[in-house]
């Protein structure tokens, strides 16, 4: 429960990041033509071109929620899997340390 409560934060908190370098990944003039942007009101400065720019973009055009855009999906993806991650985690270490406990206690006993 924990594991899945520490990723949904740190989602949270990097998920602009993270929508920012996808931006400047796979930026063209078919992505802005694709969300609905007027292609010929930006100018080449603004650009994806660095960190700034998008952020800038982003901003201007759709406001501080289009830093969150497809945060929902990857929630759904990443709280399952690291609910599970942890689970696993805990799971298979308390099998292991029983076996180490149990294997030096019959060591202990040959001795």
């Known amino acids: 429960m924990i594991g899945g409560i520490s990723k949904t934060i740190t989602t949270l908190i990097?998920?602009?990041?993270?929508?920012?370098?996808?931006?400047?990944q796979q930026f063209d003039k078919d992505l802005l033509k694709i969300s609905n942007l007027d292609t010929k009101s930006i100018s080449p400065k603004w650009?994806?071109?660095?960190?700034?720019?998008?952020?800038?973009?982003?901003?201007?055009?759709?406001?501080?929620?289009?830093f969150y855009k497809g945060l929902l999906p990857t929630l759904m993806r990443q709280i399952p899997t690291s609910l599970l991650f942890f689970y696993g985690y805990e799971y298979f270490r308390?099998?292991?340390?029983?076996?180490?406990?149990?294997?030096?206690?019959?060591?202990?006993?040959?001795?």
């Open 14 to 24: 990097l998920f602009p990041l993270t929508l920012i370098r996808t931006r400047q």
């Open 47 to 66: 650009s994806y071109r660095n960190f700034i720019s998008t952020i800038l973009l982003i901003y201007q055009h759709e406001s501080i929620k289009g």
């Open 94 to 111: 308390e099998i292991l340390t029983e076996r180490l406990h149990n294997y030096k206690l019959e060591e202990s006993k040959k001795m």
